[in-house]
C-alpha cells in the first residue's frame, strides 16, 4: 500500500483505496483452501482504517453501509463483503451512484455485471437527473442524523428537475474540509448546533484547513457565531455554493453580520419542504443556460430561410449529391442551430438583449466580474478591444515585453507611447519569467519624476504565462496603485481560465484580487495603516519606495479587465473567449467607448456554436469547476511525481520545478520543489500565499536537451509523429506539456510510458553507437544544454520615436506606418559584420519560440539581438525572410523622422 505521503490529494488517495480494498477482499474471497493468509487480513483492516474517516464526507456508499462492510469483515463474511466492495468501486468509477440505488447484497446467481454508466450514449446520460449531495452541518447524535436524512428525503417530489443525498458533519472545520474534499456538495445547510473543532486526525484531510489562510481567528469565536462565520468562510473557500443559515437569533442581531454569500436565512423552523424548494432553485440558477436552451428551442422550430447561410437548416447539404459526408460527419443538430436570424427567441451579440445578455451576466457572476462579454474570434480580439477603448493616442502603456503579439499590436492600433517591462531571463532554458515588481515600480516612479504620471494609463501583463510563471496579483496592484492611484489593470489570462474555481488559484486572479480591493480600501484597518505608512514615506528616496511594500490609498480606484481563452482551459469551441470586467468607473467613463471598441473588432456574423458553448462552459464550472481543475492538479502533480522518481527518465529529462523556473527572491517562501521523494508533496498554500512569484503546476516544463533533441525536433518527429503525442510550446532545449480539465490518469501514464520507451530507445542506441557517434551526441547535447545564447532585452525605441530621453517609451504607431513606404525601408543581411550604422527595426519579428516579438517597429537593433537572432536555430520566424534579410529604416527615413518629430 503506497504511502500517504506519496498522495497530493485525499480524492486520489480515496479512490486507490477502495481499488486496492477491492483487491484485497476478492483475494480473500477467492481462497482456495483454507483460512486466509494474515498479510491480507491486516491489510484490508488497514484498509478499512484509512477509509473511515475519508468515507464521512461523502453520501455513497454512506457511514452505514461502510460499518456493514466492517460487520462484513468481523464475522468473516468474505465473499458478500468481496461482492459488496466490488459493487462500491465500480460504482465510483463509473458515477452509476450519481444515477440509481447501487444494492450491495445479491447471491452467486445474480448477475454482478449491471449496465455500465459509461457505455451509455450522451442522449441516455443527458436524460438522466443531475446528482449533487447537501452538505448539512450539525453537531447530532447517530438517530437525530438519521432523522434529518429521512426527512429531507421524504421532500423529494417527481417532478424535481434533480436529485440529491444528504452528507451530516458536526463541526466548521469538519465542513470546511467537506466543502475542499467532496466535490458533489453543490449546497450547504447550516444548523445551530454545529460545533467548531474537527476530531478528525488525518493529516492528508487536515491539510485543506491549511488552505483557508490567516484571514481570521475562527479559534476566537463564540459559538453563536459559528454558523454566520461558516456562511463566510463558504463564500470566500468555494464562492460558486449556495448556503442557508438555520438560526435561533433574531433578526437583527442576523443583520449585522457577513453572511458571505447566503442565499437565504431560516429562523428556528424545521420546514424541509421550503428548505428542498430553496436547494433545488439555487441549484437551478446556476443550471440554466440561457442563450444554449433558445439556441435548441430555435432548432426544433418549423423555419423558412428566406436570409443568408443556405447551410442553415442544413438544406444545402441534405440535397446535395456530392457533400453528404459533411452532414453524416457533424451529424443534423448542428445545421439545424445554424442562422443569422436574431429573432424568436435568440439574441444579437453586438447589442444583446436577451439571452446572450442574460447568459453574459451569469458568466460575470461565475467569475467573479462586474461585467462580462462573450468574443467569438479569440482572445487576441479580446485584447484589441480592451485596449481601444481604455488608450488614446499619447497615452503611456507599461507593457510586459514577452506579451501575445496581439497586444503589441493593438498598441498600434490605439497609437500608444509603450514603454516595454523586461521579465527576468532564464537563459538555460531559452525562455523568459515574468515581470519582478520592482521593475514596474521603478518605471513607474522614473515617469513620476518626469512629471508624466497623468499620462499613464495602464499596465498590461500576462498571468499566468505561457510557461507558467504567476503573479502575485494583489501585490502588483497595491503597490502600483500606491504610485498612480487611477491605473488600469489589463490582465491577459488566456490560459488561467481555470483558476477561478480552485481555491488556491483564485486567490491570484484578476477579478477575485479586484474584488478584495475594493473591500479593503474601505476598511478603517487599511486606512490607518496606510495613513501611517504615508507618514513614513513623506520624504523618501526611490530606493525606499522600491524596497517597501506599498499600501494602496482609501482613494485609489480599481480599475481591472482580464481577457480568457475559455477556449484554452475550459469547455468551449475554438475561439471562444471572454471579457470581464471590475471597473469602477466602467460605467461613467468606458461603457461607450467600450461598446464603440467592440463593435469595430466583432463580427456581424458570430457563431452561434461558439456562444453556446460559452454558455454551456459556464454551466459546467459553475457546478463541477472545483471537481475538474482539483483532477486537473492531481494529474500534473501525477506526472510530476512519476518523472521525476524515475531514475531512466531521470537519465535523460529533467522536470523543471519552482526552484528551476523561478529565482530565489522571488520565492519567500523557500519552497523549491511542489515533490520531494524523501518527504513527500509540499502543500502549494503557502507560496501561492506569499510568494512574489509562484508556478502553475497544471504546466509541466521537461528539459528535453539531454536526449540530444532541440524542443521542437521533439515534439514533431518524436511526441506527435511517432507516438500521436500532442503539444504546442516548446523552447531550444524543453517541451511544455499543459494538463486540462479533460487530462485522465491514463493520459498521463500513456505520457509516462513514452518517455521511458524514448530513454530505452536512447539508451539501446548508445549502447551501440561508435565512438565518433557518441562524440556527436555529446556535442549535440552540449549545445543545447550548456552552449546556450542569452536572452536579449529590449534595448530601446529611436530617439525619432520617443518624445525625450528621460523616459524609454516610444510611438511604435508612428513607426509602423512609417514602413509603409518601402522607400524608408531596406533589408540587411544578419552576417554583414560591416555595418557600422545604428539599425532600427522596421518590423515585428517574432520567432517560434519564443512567439513574441523580440524587435517591434522602432526599436533599435541592438548587438545582443543580432548575436541571439544569429545563434536561432528555428525554422519559424514571422516578419523576417531569409532571402531578404532583416527589414530595417533607412538612415534618410530615421533622418526625416527627427526633423519632423523636431
Known amino acids: 500500500m503506497q504511502s500517504m505521503s506519496d498522495y497530493y490529494s485525499a480524492i486520489q488517495l480515496r479512490s486507490d483505496r477502495w481499488s486496492a480494498l477491492r483487491e484485497a477482499t476478492e483475494t480473500v474471497a477467492n481462497r482456495s483452501n483454507g483460512k486466509p493468509a494474515k498479510k491480507h487480513l491486516v491489510s484490508i483492516e488497514e484498509l478499512f482504517d484509512a477509509l473511515e474517516p475519508i468515507e464521512t464526507y461523502w ?81 447530532v447524535t447517530e438517530h437525530q442524523e438519521r432523522w434529518l436524512k429521512a426527512s429531507m428525503h421524504r421532500m423529494r417530489r417527481g417532478e424535481d428537475q434533480f436529485t440529491y443525498e444528504a452528507v451530516v458533519v458536526p463541526s466548521l472545520e469538519d465542513a470546511l474540509i467537506g466543502i475542499l474534499f467532496n466535490h458533489n456538495i453543490q449546497a450547504v445547510v447550516v444548523r445551530p448546533g454545529l460545533s467548531l473543532k474537527s476530531h478528525n486526525e488525518l493529516p492528508i484531510l487536515t491539510r485543506y484547513l491549511a488552505r483557508m489562510g490567516s484571514d481570521e481567528d475562527i479559534d476566537n469565536l463564540v459559538p453563536e457565531n459559528y454558523g454566520p462565520e461558516m456562511c463566510r468562510l463558504i463564500a470566500k473557500v468555494r464562492p460558486e455554493l449556495d448556503a442557508y443559515l438555520i438560526t435561533d437569533r433574531s433578526v437583527e442581531s442576523i443583520a449585522g453580520l457577513d453572511l458571505g454569500l447566503c442565499r437565504r436565512v431560516f429562523y428556528n423552523q424545521e420546514d424541509f419542504l421550503e428548505l428542498h424548494l430553496n436547494i433545488l432553485r439555487g441549484v437551478q440558477a446556476r443550471f440554466k443556460t440561457p442563450f444554449f436552451t433558445a439556441l435548441k428551442d430555435y432548432s426544433r422550430q418549423p423555419t423558412g430561410v428566406f436570409h443568408a447561410m443556405p447551410i442553415s437548416r442544413g438544406k444545402s447539404i441534405s440535397r446535395s449529391h456530392w457533400i453528404q459526408d459533411m452532414g453524416a460527419f457533424y451529424g443534423p443538430n448542428i445545421f439545424l442551430a445554424e442562422t443569422s436570424a436574431t429573432s424568436g427567441g435568440l439574441d444579437s451579440l453586438l447589442e444583446p438583449h436577451g439571452p446572450i445578455k442574460e447568459a453574459q451576466e451569469l458568466a460575470a457572476r461565475a467569475f467573479g466580474a462586474k461585467q462580462t462579454f462573450f468574443a467569438t474570434n479569440g482572445t487576441s480580439t479580446c485584447n484589441k478591444v480592451v485596449v481601444q477603448a481604455l488608450i488614446r493616442p499619447g497615452d503611456i502603456v507599461l507593457v510586459d515585453r514577452d506579451c501575445h503579439k496581439s497586444h503589441h499590436y493593438g498598441m498600434v492600433l490605439s497609437g500608444a507611447n509603450v514603454l516595454y517591462l523586461d521579465s527576468y531571463p532564464l537563459n538555460e532554458y531559452s525562455m523568459y519569467g515574468a515581470v519582478p515588481i520592482r521593475e514596474v515600480k521603478r518605471q513607474l516612479l522614473k515617469l513620476r519624476a518626469a512629471g508624466k504620471l497623468d499620462r499613464v494609463r495602464m499596465l498590461l501583463l500576462t498571468n499566468c504565462t505561457f510557461d507558467g510563471i504567476v503573479y502575485n496579483v494583489e501585490r502588483v496592484m497595491q503597490e502600483c496603485l500606491a504610485i498612480k492611484p487611477d491605473l488600469v489593470f489589463l490582465w491577459d489570462e488566456a490560459w488561467f481560465a481555470f483558476a477561478r474555481f480552485g481555491p488556491t488559484y483564485r486567490q491570484r486572479t484578476a477579478m477575485n484580487v479586484a474584488n478584495i480591493l475594493r473591500e479593503r480600501l474601505k476598511d478603517p484597518r487599511h486606512i490607518d495603516a496606510y495613513a501611517a505608512q504615508k507618514l513614513e514615506l513623506e520624504d523618501a528616496d526611490d530606493e525606499t519606495w522600491l524596497t517597501t511594500t506599498l499600501l494602496a490609498p482609501p482613494n485609489a480606484r480599481v480599475r481591472v479587465y482580464a481577457t480568457q481563452s475559455t477556449h ?28 464603440e471598441a467592440y463593435m469595430t473588432h466583432t463580427s456581424t456574423s458570430p ?60 520565492r519567500e517562501s523557500g519552497i523549491t520543489s511542489y515533490y520531494d521523494p524523501e518527504q513527500g508533496w509540499n502543500d502549494i498554500w503557502e507560496c501561492w500565499a506569499r510568494d512574489e512569484f509562484v508556478l502553475d503546476a497544471t504546466r509541466v516544463t521537461l528539459l528535453v536537451g539531454g536526449t540530444g533533441w532541440d524542443g521542437d525536433t521533439f515534439k514533431t518527429q518524436i511526441l506527435m509523429d511517432k507516438y500521436g503525442i500532442q503539444i504546442n ?117 517574432i520567432p517560434y519560440p519564443p512567439g513574441f516579438p523580440i524587435l517591434v517597429p522602432g526599436q533599435v537593433v541592438s548587438q545582443e539581438i543580432l548575436a541571439f537572432m544569429r545563434a536561432l536555430d528555428v525554422s519559424e520566424i514571422h516578419g523576417y525572410r531569409a532571402d531578404l534579410g532583416l527589414r530595417v529604416f533607412t538612415k534618410e527615413a530615421l533622418s526625416r523622422q527627427m526633423a519632423r518629430k523636431t
Do not use: W
Open 568 to 595: 484554452k482551459t475550459l469547455t468551449a469551441l475554438r475561439q471562444g473567449s471572454m471579457i470581464h470586467v471590475n471597473d469602477q468607473d466602467f460605467k461613467g467613463e468606458v461603457e461607450q467607448a467600450f461598446h
Open 59 to 139: 453520501a455513497f456508499p454512506g457511514k452505514s453501509a461502510f460499518n456493514q462492510l466492517r460487520r462484513q469483515f468481523d464475522h468473516l463474511n468474505f465473499d458478500d463483503l468481496a461482492f459488496a466492495v466490488r459493487r462500491i468501486t465500480r460504482a465510483l468509477t463509473s458515477g452509476a451512484y450519481r444515477r440509481r440505488s447501487i444494492p450491495l447484497e445479491g447471491d452467486d446467481g445474480e448477475n454482478e455485471e449491471l449496465e455500465d454508466e459509461a457505455l451509455l450514449s450522451p442522449e441516455a446520460r443527458a436524460l438522466t437527473k443531475p446528482y449533487f449531495e447537501v452538505l448539512i452541518v450539525d453537531n
Open 729 to 845: 510550446k516548446t523552447s531550444r532545449n524543453t517541451v511544455l506539456f499543459m494538463t486540462n480539465i479533460g487530462t485522465t490518469r491514463s493520459s498521463v501514464a500513456y505520457l509516462i510510458e513514452v518517455l521511458v520507451q524514448i530513454a530505452q530507445d536512447l539508451d539501446d542506441l548508445l549502447d551501440d553507437a561508435s565512438k565518433m557517434e557518441r562524440l556527436a551526441f555529446e556535442r549535440r547535447v552540449k549545445n543545447l544544454m550548456v552552449d546556450f545564447p542569452p536572452l536579449p532585452d529590449f534595448s530601446r525605441f529611436h530617439d525619432s520615436f520617443r518624445a525625450d530621453q528621460e523616459t524609454p517609451e516610444g510611438d511604435m504607431r508612428e513607426a509602423f506606418f512609417l514602413s509603409y513606404d518601402e522607400n524608408n525601408c531596406d533589408y540587411l543581411d544578419l552576417n554583414d559584420d560591416e555595418n557600422e550604422n545604428e539599425l532600427v527595426s522596421a518590423s515585428f519579428i
Open 607 to 666: 457563431n452561434y456554436q461558439i456562444i453556446a458553448s460559452l454558455d454551456v462552459g459556464r454551466r459546467q464550472v459553475e457546478l463541477e469547476g472545483f471537481e475538474f481543475v482539483q483532477r486537473q492538479v492531481e494529474a500534473a502533480m501525477s506526472m510530476r511525481r512519476a518523472i521525476a522518481t524515475h531514475p531512466l527518465l531521470k537519465k535523460y529529462f529533467k522536470l523543471l520545478t519552482a526552484g528551476d523556473m523561478i529565482p530565489e527572491q522571488h
